[in-house]
């Protein structure tokens, strides 16, 4: 028996595999992201610890056998600052937060984010974890020095479920990493302010990723007896990107994913770190040598849905028909959806980035709202897949996965066929695969998928508004410009 641990920005799930890869149970649990304000998103990171307890013992009281493997996935970014004990020193800092905005722009304006970009491929941003451990270095030094450790969510629970202190490759990719090398790079360091931090960094295990036995205490919460407990080894890793990818058979060069979820993020695979990398996104180091992603995650997915459906007092289950209700351009309704409080990351780095819903009169119905912003973000995925360089075949998973309506206008955007993944939690599925394929073993578990074609009545209409689309980001980009300058 296998679990797969997948610790999303609002959602902890586990899900359980026998030797087969067959789905056998699911539990999963909300978690609450805080605002107090100035920008700054966080969470109670001793929650999320609670959380990911909570689901894997639901999961292990409906298994016929006690698991061999707990395999941990979570959103990356972020600052989550824990002592020796693995003890929260405060919450943590989301990849969401906005706090060191300034930092990024500083760093921007002095050539400090083109030196990381050349040095790890990546484009740093206001909630990667460089610009807020110097904010809380400027802001809370006494909050540094009492933690050992500055990491992710899973290097935290890794950390209290093992005793152990480790990253997986991937998950310590950005911004420290020479993707080459694959270990920290000082240079970035040192460009960042930051060498003096340097021990807060945990080791980095690659290619395969750390993993340890369950620790007495954990096994104890899981309700495990020593004897069960003393089988079940626990790994660190992929990120939720990777994970994802796994879970979705993407691993070929040129092929790629588009994860419709909190995040809209667009990933293709590579076999080369680029000479020159596009200023935004991520470069990922694979569970394999010579394979890297190219991630361009924008800030804000689905999370823009459920504020227009919220604030149009619609529900989910009328969306398909609400998309259905409007034709191709949303009688004209146009969304630039740059949702997020801290700007955008993905296909470009702007801090002072903001949504907007152009082509409002009183004819504009809640199905044009919907569609417009369904529109809006289908061509900032398009946005992004041109800058990360897809070539191949492109899988698509996560929640809004699950919308017909949704898909068809993604591949009809996109003007090419979608693989819709059938894994319902391609996260927690890849972590497993990813954890067996580290020890050495090929379960040649399956990864069914069904296509969605592009509609071909729609390809010049589409193509012609994409264009539209890019004219009126530059444009906006020169508003946000003057606007905060």
């Given at each position: 028996?296998?679990?797969?641990v997948?610790i999303g ?19 999963s649990?909300?978690?609450e992201?805080?605002?107090p ?7 109670d990171?001793?929650?999320v610890?609670?959380s990911?307890?909570e689901?894997v ?28 004990a693995?003890?929260p020193v405060r ?12 930092v990024v ?10 030196e990381?970009l050349?040095r ?8 990667a974890s ?6 809380l270095?400027r802001?809370?030094p006494?909050t ?5 450790t ?12 093992t ?10 990719s950005f911004?420290f990493?020479?993707p080459?090398r ?12 930051l ?6 960094l ?15 205490d ?11 407990a ?10 939720d990107?990777?994970?994802a ?12 994913l ?25 470069l ?8 890297w ?11 823009s ?12 289950d ?8 409007s034709?191709p351009?949303?009688r004209?309704v146009?969304?630039?959806p740059y949702?997020s409080?801290?700007?955008e ?13 152009d ?17 809006g ?7 992004c ?26 591949a009809?955007?996109?003007?090419r ?10 996260g ?8 067996l394929?580290?020890?050495?073993e ?11 074609e592009?509609a ?22 020169d ?7």
């Amino acid at each position: 028996m296998y679990i797969g641990v997948d610790i999303g920005t609002s959602l902890t799930k586990a899900a359980a595999y026998d030797p087969d890869g067959a789905e056998l149970c699911v539990h999963s649990v909300p978690t609450e992201l805080r605002y107090p304000g100035d920008g700054r998103v966080e969470q109670d990171a001793d929650g999320v610890l609670a959380s990911v307890l909570e689901v894997v013992r639901a999961v292990v009281t409906r298994l016929p056998e006690p698991p061999t493997l707990v395999a941990l996935t979570g959103q990356g970014d972020g600052c989550w600052l824990h002592d020796d004990a693995g003890r929260p020193v405060r919450p943590a800092a989301s990849w969401l937060d906005a706090r060191a905005s300034d930092v990024v722009g500083v760093w921007d304006a002095d050539g400090t984010a083109d030196e990381i970009l050349a040095r790890n491929g990546g484009m740093v941003f206001p909630g990667a974890s460089a610009a807020i451990l110097a904010a809380l270095d400027r802001d809370e030094p006494a909050t540094l020095d009492r933690a050992s450790t500055a990491t992710h969510c899973v290097g935290l629970t890794y950390h209290r479920l093992t005793g152990h202190r480790a990253v997986d490759v991937s998950d310590a990719s950005f911004p420290f990493l020479d993707p080459r090398r694959r270990d920290y790079d000082a240079g970035i360091l040192r460009a960042c302010g930051l060498e003096h931090r340097r021990d807060l960094l945990p080791p980095v295990v690659g290619p395969a990723g750390p993993s340890a036995p369950l620790s007495p205490d954990a096994a104890a919460a899981l309700g495990l007896s020593p004897a069960a407990a003393s089988r079940v080894t626990v790994s660190a890793g992929p990120y939720d990107l990777l994970a994802a990818a796994r879970g979705s058979d993407v691993v070929d060069p040129g092929d790629g994913l588009l994860i419709i979820g909190t995040t809209l993020a667009c990933q293709v695979v590579t076999d080369r770190v680029p000479s020159s990398p596009h200023r935004a996104g991520l470069l990922l180091a694979m569970w394999q040598e010579n394979r890297w992603m190219r991630a361009m995650p924008a800030m804000v997915g689905t999370a823009s849905m459920d504020w227009l459906l919220t604030t149009t007092g619609s529900t989910f289950d009328e969306f398909g028909e609400l998309v259905a209700g409007s034709p191709p351009g949303a009688r004209g309704v146009r969304v630039l959806p740059y949702w997020s409080q801290s700007g955008e990351r993905a296909p470009f780095v702007d801090g002072a980035a903001r949504g907007r819903i152009d082509g409002l009169h009183l004819g504009t119905s809640r199905a044009d709202l919907v569609r417009g912003l369904c529109e809006g973000l289908a061509f900032a995925a398009r946005h992004c897949f041109e800058a990360a360089g897809l070539t191949g075949r492109l899988a698509v998973s996560g929640g809004g996965a699950q919308s017909t309506a949704w898909t068809q206008l993604f591949a009809d955007v996109l003007g090419r066929p979608l693989d819709v993944v059938d894994v319902p939690q391609t996260g927690a599925y890849g972590a497993v695969l990813s954890a067996l394929e580290a020890r050495g073993e090929r379960p040649g578990w399956p990864v069914p998928a069904h296509t969605v074609e592009p509609a071909s009545t729609t390809r010049r209409h589409y193509d012609e508004a994409y264009d539209d689309y890019r004219r009126r980001v530059d444009r906006a980009r020169d508003e946000w410009k003057d606007r905060w300058t």
